[in-house]
């Protein structure tokens, strides 16, 4: 089983999704973060067995929960996921703005670490609260001496973190997400930690596991937001789930009942499915994606040899520094018009804190195949 080796261009510039639709049929789409490979088959069958039943009416959102729980607890070592402390939720931005809302009033800021998934600044702004900006070191971990500074200017303060990180890849350590425990409570700062890409990275036996936040001492009163949909390709099927600290029963029972409409009745099949019987697909999708890694690492130093990349084992995201080759703030918008690869500018990650200028993000969940013909391209006029 290989999912990334299993559809052909061809096959996909069949496809109707905003990836395949945005540009010009000549192009080669890398700018967004879905994967190029097709449905799971027991993903596939539940969804198809749910329409023969006509079983679209409202769904039964506890049965995630439950699944991810079991999922946690299988793949992290993580029994502490509980199910009583979990809100539905249509995807996970809608739920770390509901528990931004939670978290902090109008004039409480929110931290973030640039770059950083770009969504996240509009989230903030959405719920009214001000920003501030702690980029990430040179290396795309987390820069610790600079949080802890944050965290003691603005106590009270929430920080959103995003865990694996989007667009580096990073998996953060269990000694860097215990200092941010410990800072957390030092200074009153309320966590909310974005875990969508955590099942793409290594299991709880290997090098580089994800470590769930909530799973560190000192995390009683902070929020993860996790779903299937990137690891399973599932961002056209809406679900997800809010999981709460110890401490956090009674504010997520505040959540108005109607956010909890969200999740679709076949978006939560199509998670459970996934979560329950994608198992052995996933660990091929992930092996298929740590090749793909490695042959963009080789591609790079050979047609890219003075771009900088961070591609960590979290994801299948890839941070490109193209500084190097003059092409200006947005080399993405370069790359577009001149070779016809579309790339994710790195100006909606960078905030205001410029770390995104002359920078790109690349989604390499593709087939081999295509990912060599798009750096190729690159290359032709870069190298």
């Known amino acids: 089983m290989h999912p990334l080796h299993e559809l052909t261009l061809a096959d996909l510039r069949r496809r109707t999704s905003i990836k395949w639709t945005m540009h010009d049929p000549d192009v080669i789409p890398m700018f967004v973060a879905e994967m190029d490979v097709p449905l799971a088959e027991p993903v596939a069958r539940a969804l198809t067995d749910a329409v023969t039943r006509g079983d679209t009416g409202y769904p039964q959102p506890r049965v995630y929960a439950e699944a991810l729980a079991d999922f946690a607890a299988d793949r992290w070592g993580w029994t502490g996921l509980d199910p009583a402390r979990t809100l539905a939720v249509a995807d996970v931005m809608v739920g770390i703005e509901e528990v931004l809302r939670l978290t902090g009033g109008a004039d409480v800021p929110v931290i973030v670490n640039p770059p950083v998934y770009q969504p996240f600044f509009d989230a903030v702004g959405h719920v009214g609260r001000p920003l501030v900006e702690v980029p990430l070191g040179d290396d795309g971990r987390l820069d610790l001496d600079a949080l802890a500074a944050t965290f003691a200017q603005h106590p009270g303060a929430t920080y959103l973190l995003c865990s694996p990180h989007?667009?580096?890849?990073?998996?953060?350590?269990?000694?860097?997400?215990?200092?941010?425990?410990?800072?957390?409570?030092?200074?009153?700062?309320?966590?909310?930690?974005?875990?969508?890409?955590?099942?793409?990275?290594?299991?709880?036996?290997?090098?580089?596991?994800?470590?769930?936040?909530?799973?560190?001492?000192?995390?009683?009163?902070?929020?993860?937001?996790?779903?299937?949909?990137?690891?399973?390709?599932?961002?056209?099927?809406?679900?997800?789930?809010?999981?709460?600290?110890?401490?956090?029963?009674?504010?997520?029972?505040?959540?108005?009942?109607?956010?909890?409409?969200?999740?679709?009745?076949?978006?939560?099949?199509?998670?459970?499915?996934?979560?329950?019987?994608?198992?052995?697909?996933?660990?091929?999708?992930?092996?298929?994606?740590?090749?793909?890694?490695?042959?963009?690492?080789?591609?790079?130093?050979?047609?890219?040899?003075?771009?900088?990349?961070?591609?960590?084992?979290?994801?299948?995201?890839?941070?490109?520094?193209?500084?190097?080759?003059?092409?200006?703030?947005?080399?993405?918008?370069?790359?577009?018009?001149?070779?016809?690869?579309?790339?994710?500018?790195?100006?909606?990650?960078?905030?205001?804190?410029?770390?995104?200028?002359?920078?790109?993000?690349?989604?390499?969940?593709?087939?081999?195949?295509?990912?060599?013909?798009?750096?190729?391209?690159?290359?032709?006029?870069?190298?």
């Open 166 to 383: 989007n667009p580096t890849a990073v998996v953060h350590t269990t000694e860097e997400l215990g200092t941010v425990a410990r800072l957390a409570r030092e200074h009153r700062v309320r966590v909310v930690v974005d875990e969508i890409h955590a099942p793409l990275a290594a299991v709880s036996t290997d090098d580089d596991a994800f470590v769930p936040y909530l799973s560190v001492d000192g995390t009683d009163d902070a929020y993860a937001v996790l779903s299937a949909s990137k690891a399973f390709n599932l961002a056209g099927a809406k679900a997800a789930v809010v999981a709460g600290g110890a401490v956090t029963v009674d504010e997520i029972a505040s959540v108005p009942e109607i956010v909890s409409h969200g999740p679709s009745h076949l978006g939560t099949i199509a998670h459970v499915a996934a979560l329950t019987h994608g198992r052995p697909w996933l660990d091929a999708l992930r092996a298929d994606i740590a090749e793909n890694r490695s042959l963009l690492g080789d591609l790079a130093a050979k047609h890219l040899p003075r771009a900088g990349l961070l591609a960590g084992p979290g994801t299948y995201t890839a941070w490109l520094d193209l500084r190097a080759y003059d092409l200006g703030d947005d080399p993405a918008a370069v790359l577009l018009e001149r070779v016809g690869v579309a790339l994710a500018s790195g100006l909606a990650f960078g905030g205001a804190s410029g770390v995104g200028d002359g920078r790109a993000r690349l989604t390499y969940a593709t087939p081999p195949d295509v990912l060599r013909e798009a750096v190729e391209r690159v290359g032709a006029v870069l190298g």
